[in-house]
């Protein structure tokens, strides 16, 4: 598994941004050990999606290229697709909720993607967008249960540990386990010793549960802030892959949420998302005790004006 | 004077950070240039006043040392000073309005600074500065007519250009014109053909009425976002300085300031403040021309909740 992210890492060059590593003297002392911050969120459309989005993309054949693509999401895989389709010059088609926020519509529009609309009440999206993609014989990118788009994710963690040097250990944050899964295969990968974390809201911990009783879990709707998470379980690709790879896994609650993402925003001046800052969020909150070189995902900062507001004023 | 901002440079080695340089295909592509964001809001204190404080500070005698050095600010200045005192184990005064947030009472206090409230209704910052400075036998650290303020401030734009290679425009905000000034004489020194352009709100455009007329103009209070500009005028050493080194002066409107933080917050995923925006600002809004090469210094990215929260949601 490990060789596909290389590969994948060789896929990207010249296409993914290779993204920053902040450190903070402050941090450092407020935990007790050496933090590096991967700032996703200064990745392409500004979450890591892109790098899964182009790796499963950019690998299709000439005729499933030219066929076009299809994605449903309303968050940042969206966008990814749309993007990586501008970028590769094929057609993408975006399912999205009609009740996505008008600023999503516009990007993913803007990346000149079709956006066709669904009513998340009365509508399901995988139908919807299984309807098409056989009506029209295009290929599904799926958000994370898919082997190269986990390669894709894993990519961030393998520049990680080229630019800090090997870490001891490393804290991502858990949706639907595409992050984790690639991001702990590259780790071990590098040094098998590295003790990798998944980190979940408490208000959507199925990954969690599904880690601690070895059964797949699910949890639908979480209320939690942290929206990048709200996926509904692990997947049939994704579940054996954290099981195998992943050290443990540990939850944060929403305030802790939010303050991680007022302690980036306030001390760090970084932009992150409420999903993206899990991993900070562990550490601040000291459910999780860092080795002494300790890498965090940032995994992307596309937050709206309302909720950072929100957060700001919490 | 370039002489100067070298030796700064090699002063600061080892205390203060070396900030990234930012880039954007997205903001490159609006303007039609290449433009590289030098991140001075990752600078230590979240500004890049640390860098003046460091080299006045640290040049002082030993006798100097001792006895303690004093700063009036209610702003940056106030912190970088602290912190220097701080890690220079120098004992720190720092004269400060009594209605200074908390949050930078607490934060000047927390690097171990004495700190002395002043009522700004009725009485002078400068007259009771003054008066503790004699009766303590303490060196006062001006905010910007220095020359060490000024060199320690250049050395920004000395690594910006180490950084991204000779450029061919400099934009940077002007307050006081420390930060315009270093940064004016450090472009030149490098590349004499760099276009160098201070940038001020237009409720705050002495400096630009200054620089026209050759004449000091003072503008006070000014009903300005940017406080870090709220600067009554440019000082006798800055004033001088930037007739000599500065190519030019313009203003942008509250708007263009709101717009290009809310540029920094969505699309860079950087936390900028107000003042720190201006050469942004002045990019984004058309009131320059960027050429093949520009920098543009965003200087600091210390904004508290009620005011992003108000620039977010405008």
Do not use: W
Not at 168 to 196: E, H, R
Not at 205 to 216: E, G, I, M, N, V
Not at 256 to 274: G, T
Request: aromatic content about 6%; glycine content about 10%; some cysteine.
């Amino acid at each position: 598994m490990f060789k596909t992210i290389i590969n994948a890492g060789q896929r990207l060059k010249g296409h993914a941004n290779i993204t920053p590593v902040m450190t903070s003297g402050t941090l450092n002392n407020l935990v007790g050990a050496e933090i590096y911050l991967k700032c996703e969120n200064f990745q392409k459309i500004g979450a890591f999606k892109f790098r899964g989005a182009f790796n499963s993309i950019s690998k299709l054949s000439d005729k499933e290229k030219l066929q076009g693509v299809i994605a449903y999401s309303s968050g940042n895989h969206a966008q990814a697709v749309a993007l990586v389709g501008k970028m590769l010059d094929i057609h993408t088609t975006i399912v999205m909720p009609n009740n996505a926020p008008a600023t999503k519509l516009a990007a993913t529009k803007g990346y000149g993607a079709t956006v066709i609309k669904y009513d998340p009440e009365t509508e399901s999206r995988e139908d919807l967008a299984l309807k098409i993609q056989e009506e029209q014989g295009l290929t599904l990118i799926p958000p994370f249960d898919h082997l190269d788009v986990i390669a894709g994710q894993g990519t961030a963690t393998l520049e990680l540990f080229d630019q800090a040097g090997p870490l001891d250990m490393l804290l991502t944050p858990c949706g639907g386990g595409g992050l984790l899964s690639g991001s702990a295969i590259a780790a071990k990968g590098v040094n098998l010793d590295c003790t990798v974390i998944g980190v979940e809201p408490e208000l959507a911990d199925d990954a969690c549960k599904s880690f601690k009783t070895k059964t797949l879990h699910t949890v639908k709707n979480p209320a939690t802030i942290a929206d990048g998470t709200r996926t509904t379980s692990l997947g049939k690709i994704t579940f054996p892959l954290v099981l195998e790879y992943v050290n443990d896994m540990v939850t944060v609650s929403e305030e802790d949420i939010i303050h991680a993402v007022q302690f980036s925003f306030f001390r760090m001046k970084l932009v992150v998302e409420p999903s993206g800052v899990l991993g900070l969020a562990a550490l601040l909150s000291k459910r999780v005790v860092p080795k002494e070189k300790t890498g965090i995902i940032l995994s992307g900062g596309n937050i709206d004006a309302e909720t950072m507001a929100m957060i700001l004023n919490s």
